[in-house]
Nanobody, 122 residues
Framework: QVQLVESGGGLVQAGGSLMLSCVAS????????MGWFRQAPGKAREFVAT????????WYEDSVKGRFTISRDSADNTVYLQMNSLKPEDTAVYYC???????????????WGQGTQVTVSS
């Protein structure tokens, strides 16, 4: 079992930055690809970014490319999402998740955190 706890969310003005963290416990995340997803009010949860087990490969949803960066620190058993140039449409609850493969499909992720709220004001 892997337990995931996100932090770092909050209220920020458009154009600002936030860094989300996801700390894992129970097992080392080195054996998992890790992903970030988000769910805006009234919308389905959607893929944001994913990183391979070794950290050598990353993929992003088109609307966040060039603004968001996913990274991982195996020593700290932590995954990060650096979010720059934030827009009001980035407002959502952000979830960290673990999977056996680095993909954008939600159904492939077996472990999920509880989420952290990000609100971007215009």
């Amino acid at each position: 079992q892997v337990q995931l706890v996100e932090s770092g969310g909050g209220l920020v003005q458009a154009g600002g930055s936030l860094m989300l963290s996801c700390v894992a416990s129970g097992r080392t995340i080195s054996g998992y690809a890790m992903g970030w997803f988000r769910q805006a009010p009234g919308k389905a949860r959607e893929f944001v970014a994913t990183i391979s087990r070794g950290g050598g490969s990353t993929w992003y949803e088109d609307s966040v490319k060039g603004r968001f960066t996913i990274s991982r620190d195996s020593a700290d058993n932590t995954v990060y999402l650096q979010m720059n140039s934030l827009k009001p449409e980035d407002t959502a609850v952000y979830y960290c998740a673990a999977s056996s493969i680095a993909v954008g499909e939600e159904r492939c992720y077996g472990y999920w955190g509880q989420g952290t709220q990000v609100t971007v004001s215009s």
